[in-house]
């Protein structure tokens, strides 16, 4: 594992879809992220859709919202894999990044819950360790507006890739807000020179 104190900052924009409001009850249903380095190349992508957990059931509202989107429940009930190893490669694929991974999400609250929840249960292991940047936040202090008007309907058009559509596809919708991530840390990085 590279040394996380001397290698760049890798950043993580990852997606979850679930069928529920928390993990335990409920399952995660795909996870995928793909990672950049701080220049905003993409490194590479990690995309599994898991099985579900063992006692664990849909909750209703998520039954009805899954029902406004066929294709993208389609797409995340195919070649499914058991937790356990879907975690462990994807512990091994973060561990495997050339420096220390920072979990990138919008909402980072609750695709970071799902992520390390599964990644606890299921490898013990913590590769991203507590590093995890919401978009949301990080567009409020660069815009120094308030959190309420930092949602992406309130953000400027050149930090949005067009031809990246949220399609609630999980490696679709994290390679979406990654660039959208990446454009907003160069211009970030741009106002400070």
């Known amino acids: 594992m590279p040394d996380s ?8 924009s990852t997606d979850i879809e679930a ?19 701080p220049e905003g190349n993409e490194l590479g992508s990690f995309s599994v ?13 998520m039954v009805e919202w899954w029902a406004q989107f066929p294709e993208a429940w389609d797409a995340c009930r195919k070649d499914l894999v058991a937790p356990e190893p879907a975690m462990q490669a994807y512990a091994d694929w973060i561990e495997a990044l050339p420096g220390r991974a920072v979990f990138v999400g919008w909402p980072a609250g609750w695709d970071f819950m ?10 013990g292991r913590r590769p991203f360790h ?40 999980a490696l679709d919708d994290a390679r979406e807000q990654g660039e959208l991530f990446m454009h907003m840390l160069r211009e970030n990085r741009r106002d400070e020179t």
């Open 5 to 12: 104190k001397t290698n760049p900052e890798i950043y993580v």
């Open 19 to 37: 069928d529920g409001p928390i993990p335990g009850p409920h399952s995660m249903l795909s996870l995928a992220s793909v990672a950049y380095d």
């Open 49 to 61: 859709n898991l099985e579900t957990l063992e006692g664990a059931e849909a909750h209703p509202r």
């Open 114 to 123: 799902w992520v390390y929840w599964y990644l606890m249960r299921f490898t």
């Open 130 to 169: 507590e590093n995890a940047l919401d978009i949301r936040t990080y567009a409020m202090a660069l815009r120094r507006l308030e959190y309420r008007k930092s949602g992406k309907s309130y953000l400027p058009k050149r930090w949005f890739s067009e031809q990246r559509p949220h399609t609630h596809v």
